[in-house]
């Protein structure tokens, strides 16, 4: 009967009052949010792909641009006061952050996609616990990645645009308190 009873009811979503304790945690400095990147129809990238050239890479849409626009005004809800703004250097991840308007974007390598190959999974993920147990900031922190460093470090498959409060310092795998998206605030 209990396991009955977890079944239907441990595997329910966090609750409101969670998820208002994971953003007031995120507030205070002890939680990060991480996003995945606004919508970017598509997977991976082209053949001819380059880091510095937005042109060889999928880019958001106009969907993806008002997404992130979204994002950085509903941010401004939830905390009056400066914030520290993390991206991957691919472009739909910077062009995310910027569009939130929110903070200065500062270009972090552990965070770009390590999909088909492109990177390393486990050098980037030990890279951005070791940041991220150094680098802690009274600020509230927001990390913009891709889908598979997303689930690499919280397990979770996240759409575009979605993201999760995760507890500082990082672990492996990371200490989820909530999953959020736009729909939800």
């Given at each position: 009967m209990r396991f009955l009873f977890c079944l239907l009811f441990c595997s329910f979503p966090v609750a409101a009052t969670d998820t208002a304790a994971a953003w007031q945690a995120w507030r205070d400095g002890q939680a990060v949010l991480i996003l995945r990147h606004a919508l970017a129809p598509g997977v991976g990238d082209p053949a001819g792909f380059v880091l510095d050239d937005c042109r060889s890479q999928r880019n958001l849409n106009q969907q993806g641009q008002q997404q992130a626009k979204a994002w950085g005004?509903?941010?401004?809800?939830?905390?009056?006061?400066?914030?520290?703004?993390?991206?991957?250097?691919?472009?739909?991840?910077?062009?995310?952050?910027?569009?939130?308007?929110?903070?200065?974007?500062?270009?972090?390598?552990?965070?770009?996609?390590?999909?088909?190959?492109?990177?390393?999974?486990?050098?980037?993920?030990?890279?951005?616990?070791?940041?991220?147990?150094?680098?802690?900031?009274?600020?509230?922190?927001?990390?913009?990645?891709?889908?598979?460093?997303?689930t690499e470090l919280t397990g979770i498959f996240p759409q575009s645009a979605a993201g999760a409060l995760v507890a500082l310092p990082l672990t492996y795998p990371a200490r989820v308190l909530a999953q959020v998206s736009l729909a939800d605030l």
């Open positions: 005004e509903k941010l401004r809800q939830l905390h009056d006061g400066s914030f520290r703004l993390y991206s991957s250097q691919w472009c739909r991840c910077l062009e995310t952050a910027q569009l939130m308007a929110i903070a200065e974007v500062k270009p972090l390598p552990a965070l770009n996609s390590f999909f088909a190959g492109r990177g390393d999974a486990q050098a980037q993920t030990q890279a951005l616990l070791q940041y991220f147990s150094v680098n802690i900031s009274p600020e509230p922190i927001i990390l913009i990645t891709h889908q598979v460093n997303f």
